[in-house]
C-alpha cells in the first residue's frame, strides 16, 4: 500500500522560509516521480514542483524558480520542499504525490498525501 504523508506547513510572514517533507512508503521511489502541488482557496490544484528519479531531472514552476528546491533523501525515503522567500500568494495547502510519469499535471499521478497548511501573511 502507497502512503504519502507530508509535514512542515505552518503559519508564516511573507519573506520567510518553510521546509516540507514527504515520507513515502510503497512506492519505488527510485523508478518513479514525486511532485508537490498547491491548491488554494477557489482555486485549480497547481503543480509546484517534481523531481524524476529515473532521469534525475526537476522543474519548478515559473513562480517558485530560484525560492524553492526539491531534494530527496533516499536513506529516509523522502522529499522535501524547501521554500524561502514565501509571498501570500504562496499559500494554499501543499501535497505531495507520486507517479510513474515526470509532469506537472496533478492528473497524471497515482497517489497522494493529505496536505499540509502554507499560510503566508502579515
Known amino acids: 500500500q502507497v502512503q504519502l504523508v507530508e509535514s512542515g506547513g505552518g503559519a508564516v510572514q511573507p519573506g520567510g522560509s518553510l521546509r516540507l517533507s514527504c515520507v513515502v512508503s510503497?512506492?519505488?521511489?527510485?523508478?518513479?516521480?514525486i511532485g508537490w502541488f498547491r491548491q488554494a482557496p477557489g482555486k485549480e490544484r497547481e503543480g509546484v514542483s517534481y523531481?524524476?528519479?529515473?532521469?534525475?531531472?526537476?522543474w519548478y514552476r515559473d513562480s517558485a524558480k530560484g525560492r524553492f528546491t526539491i531534494s530527496v533523501d533516499n536513506s529516509k525515503n523522502t522529499v522535501s520542499l524547501q521554500m524561502n522567500r514565501l509571498k501570500p500568494e504562496d499559500t494554499g495547502i501543499y501535497y505531495c504525490?507520486?507517479?510513474?510519469?515526470?509532469?506537472?499535471?496533478?492528473?497524471?499521478?497515482?497517489?497522494w498525501g493529505k496536505g499540509t497548511q502554507v499560510t503566508v501573511s502579515t
Open positions: 523531481i524524476s528519479m529515473p532521469f534525475g531531472g526537476t
Open positions: 510503497g512506492f519505488p521511489l527510485n523508478d518513479g516521480n
Open positions: 504525490a507520486a507517479g510513474l510519469i515526470a509532469t506537472w499535471m496533478p492528473q497524471s499521478y497515482d497517489h
